[in-house]
């Protein structure tokens, strides 16, 4: 059986090892830090003062950086709508393929007159793709709301479905709606508010614009 000092140090290699897998750098600035901080009391217990030492460094590294990201400063955002011809989205989409099939199994893109297409810039650089399509009954189908892994903390969906986005209040849409891809898909949209229905004979995910934005009030 292990010792509880062993424990200790088996925790922290399992947090730099989880660290290492995330995507996101704010889950990878935050585990790995619990990871330094496990291996500074592991230090500390066996008396490797040199060990304890480098992790104290750790911390600091991973404070300041959380702290940069944490931070309230001002970031742009804009909305940038495509044609079908694009073929910088052509490309982006190819690009992505993988980690939006992973995201949402069932979408191709088929470039349609009736679509809205759009990449969601954060300080300039596309963070996200939107594509909708209007419907006869008033509602927009989100066919895919993808965002790249680095930003996806949030800021890209709040600003997308806001008013600031103009995508939706400039064709005067409330209700939109989505069809339920992977666990991660529905968990994002419920966060915002969407909630199971049925639409045109198939479930789905939908939404008010309004509760949405009160919902991030």
């Known amino acids: 059986m292990f010792s509880p000092t062993e424990l200790v140090g088996y925790l922290g290699s399992l947090f730099i090892i989880i660290s290492l897998t995330r995507t996101s750098i704010l889950h990878l600035r935050l585990i790995g830090m619990a990871g330094s901080v496990t291996f500074l009391v592991y230090s500390l217990l066996i008396e490797a003062y040199p060990i304890a030492l480098v992790n104290v460094v750790i911390i600091m590294v991973h404070l300041f950086f959380l702290r940069r ?4 400063k001002t970031e742009f955002f804009t909305s940038l709508e495509l044609s079908k011809e694009s073929h910088y ?16 199994p069932g979408f191709s893109f088929e470039p349609r007159d009736d679509q809205i297409r759009a990449f969601i810039l954060r300080d ?14 008033d509602t927009i189908e989100i066919e895919l709301d993808y965002v790249i892994p680095q930003y ?8 997308l479905y806001s008013d600031r986005s103009e995508l939706f209040a400039s064709r005067g849409r409330r209700r939109i709606w989505t069809r339920p891809g992977s666990e991660v898909h529905v968990r994002y949209f419920e966060r915002f508010g969407f909630l199971p229905t049925t639409v045109q004979g198939g479930p789905a995910l939908m939404a008010d614009l309004d509760a949405v934005l009160a919902s991030d009030t």
């Open 69 to 72: 990201l944490l931070s309230k």
């Open 89 to 104: 989205l052509i490309h982006f989409l190819d690009f992505h393929s993988q980690d939006i099939a992973r995201h949402q």
């Open 124 to 137: 300039t650089i596309p963070a996200g793709v939107f594509i909708g399509r209007t419907c006869a009954d």
């Open 152 to 159: 996806r903390d949030f800021k890209v969906a709040n600003f």
